[in-house]
Nanobody, 123 residues
Framework: QVQLVESGGGLVQAGGSLRLSCAAS????????MGWFRQAPGKEREFVAA????????SYVDSVKGRFTISRDNAKNTVYLQMNSLKPEDTAIYYC????????????????WGQGTQVTVSS
């Protein structure tokens, strides 16, 4: 069982930066693929980024490539999402997720989810 708690969301102006954190419980954190998804009002949940347990594989949705960076610290059971050059279209609730499988952009492949943290980017 893994419990995930996100933090770091907030209100930022376009062009600004935020760093989201996701703290995970459980001794097997390092064996999970960790991902970030987001959901804007009236839209479906969208894959943002994911990283394998050994950080050997990383995946990003095209719209955030070059702006967002996912990283993980297995010793701290924490995964991060550094978001730079934020745009109003990045506004959404951001969710952390854990998967016992491989790096995937499909929400159904993830087994555990956090409660989400709101990110609002003003123009």
């Amino acid at each position: 069982q893994v419990q995930l708690v996100e933090s770091g969301g907030g209100l930022v102006q376009a062009g600004g930066s935020l760093r989201l954190s996701c703290a995970a419980s459980g001794r097997t954190f390092s064996s999970y693929v960790m991902g970030w998804f987001r959901q804007a009002p009236g839209k479906e949940r969208e894959f943002v980024a994911a990283k394998s347990w050994g950080s050997l594989r990383t995946s990003y949705v095209d719209s955030v490539k070059g702006r967002f960076t996912i990283s993980r610290d297995n010793a701290k059971n924490t995964v991060y999402l550094q978001m730079n050059s934020l745009k109003p279209e990045d506004t959404a609730i951001y969710y952390c997720a854990a998967s016992r499988g491989v790096v995937s952009g499909t929400a159904n492949d993830y087994d555990y989810w956090g409660q989400g943290t709101q990110v609002t980017v003003s123009s």
